[in-house]
C-alpha cells in the first residue's frame, strides 16, 4: 500500500513538473503561433462594390478592401480579430461591411500583419500590441487618398479591438470608436483560450498565460490594452456578448465604468443550443452579437453614429 502511494506521489509530482515545464517553455509559444487562414471570399459574393488595396506598414505591404460608400459621412477603419482575416465567419464581416456602407459609411478592411493574405513576419499573434502600426498606416491610406476630411471611426472586434486601443494610444486620431467583445485582458484571455482549445480548466493554464505575458511580448498589467483605455477620450461603444468565453464581461464592465467616454451595450442573451452559434464549439457567444441579434446591433450601431456624426 505505502509503496504504491508513494508511486502515485512520485507520478503526481512528475506530472506537475512536466505542466510546468511545458507551460514556461513550450506552452507560449504555442499560444500565439499562427496557421494560416487566407481570404477565400471577397464583397462580391453580397454584391458589393469594392477595390482590392495594398497598405505599408513597416515595409510591409498588407491587402484589404475598399468599400467605397456613395455619399459617405465617414470611412470605417475595421480591424479583425486574432487569427481571422478582413472575412471573419465569427461576424460574419462581409454582411456586416454591407451593412456599415448601407449607413453611409465607406470602410476599409484589411489583413494585419501574420493573417490571411498579409506578410508574414514572425508567424506570431501580438494581441494587438505589435499589430498597431498596420492600423495607423490604413490611417494614413485613407488620408493620401483624399477622404481626411471625413470622420474616422475605428471598428474592431476581439484582438482588433486591442490593436486599436494600442494605435490611438500612439497617437491614431478617430472620431469615435466600435469595440465588439474587444480583448482587454491578454493573461485572461490566454487562460479561457487555453479552455477553449483542449476544454481543461482555465486555472491549469494559468503558467502560460504568466509566462507569456510576463516572460514573453505579450502585455498585461499597465500596458494591457483595458488598462490603456481607461484614459481614452473618443466616444466609444462597447458591445459585448454576456456569456463571451474569451474576451469576458467583466473586463468591460470594469472599463465602462472607469471611463465615461465609454458607453457599454450588452447584447441579448443566447441559449447554448442556439443555431447562430451551432457550429462554434466552445468559442459560443465569442463576437455573436450581429450573427445572433442584427436587428439589435444595426440599431445600438445605428444610434450611436448618428451622434457622433
Known amino acids: 500500500m505505502r509503496a504504491s502511494l508513494k508511486i502515485l506521489s512520485w507520478g503526481a509530482g512528475l506530472a506537475v513538473v512536466l505542466w510546468l515545464l511545458f507551460s514556461f517553455i513550450w506552452g507560449p509559444k504555442l499560444a500565439v503561433q499562427m496557421t494560416a487562414n487566407p481570404v477565400t471570399s471577397n464583397p462580391a459574393d453580397v454584391g458589393m462594390a469594392y477595390e482590392d488595396v495594398r497598405v505599408s506598414s513597416d515595409g510591409l505591404e498588407l491587402e484589404g478592401w475598399w468599400m467605397p460608400a456613395e455619399n459617405p459621412k465617414g470611412v470605417v477603419l ?6 481571422s482575416n478582413r472575412t471573419s465567419w465569427f461576424l460574419p464581416s462581409l454582411e456586416f461591411y454591407q451593412m ?6 465607406s470602410v476599409i478592411s484589411i ?18 500590441a505589435k499589430e498597431w502600426p498596420d492600423l495607423i498606416a490604413v490611417s ?4 493620401a487618398k483624399g477622404y481626411s476630411q471625413l470622420p474616422k471611426i475605428g471598428v474592431s472586434l476581439s484582438m ?8 490611438v494610444q500612439q497617437g491614431l486620431a478617430l472620431d469615435a470608436m466600435v469595440l ?3 480583448l482587454l485582458n491578454t493573461t485572461d484571455a490566454l487562460m479561457q483560450g487555453g479552455w477553449i482549445a483542449f476544454g ?13 505575458t510576463r516572460m514573453g511580448d505579450l502585455p498585461y498589467g499597465a500596458v494591457d490594452a483595458g488598462t490603456l483605455a481607461e484614459s481614452v477620450t473618443i466616444p466609444t461603444l462597447l458591445i459585448q456578448d454576456p456569456e463571451d468565453p474569451i474576451t469576458r464581461l467583466p473586463f468591460a464592465q470594469k472599463l465602462a465604468s472607469a471611463n465615461s467616454n465609454i458607453a457599454l451595450a450588452i447584447a441579448p442573451a443566447v441559449v447554448a ?16 452579437a450581429f450573427k445572433c441579434h442584427k436587428s439589435w446591433t444595426v440599431e445600438q450601431l445605428s444610434a450611436f453614429l448618428m451622434q457622433q456624426l
Open 78 to 83: 475595421f480591424a479583425h480579430g486574432a487569427g
Open 100 to 105: 456599415l456602407v448601407g449607413l453611409d459609411l
Open 111 to 128: 489583413d494585419l500583419r501574420n493573417h490571411g493574405n498579409s506578410p508574414i513576419t514572425d508567424g506570431e499573434l501580438g494581441m494587438g
Open 140 to 143: 494614413h491610406w485613407v488620408d
Open 160 to 167: 482588433g479591438g486591442a490593436t486599436t486601443i494600442y494605435a
Open 180 to 182: 465588439i467583445d474587444p
Open 200 to 212: 481543461l480548466p482555465p486555472g491549469l493554464f494559468a503558467p502560460m498565460a504568466w509566462a507569456a
Open 273 to 288: 443550443d442556439h443555431a447562430c452559434i451551432s457550429n462554434k464549439g466552445r468559442w459560443g457567444t465569442h463576437v455573436a
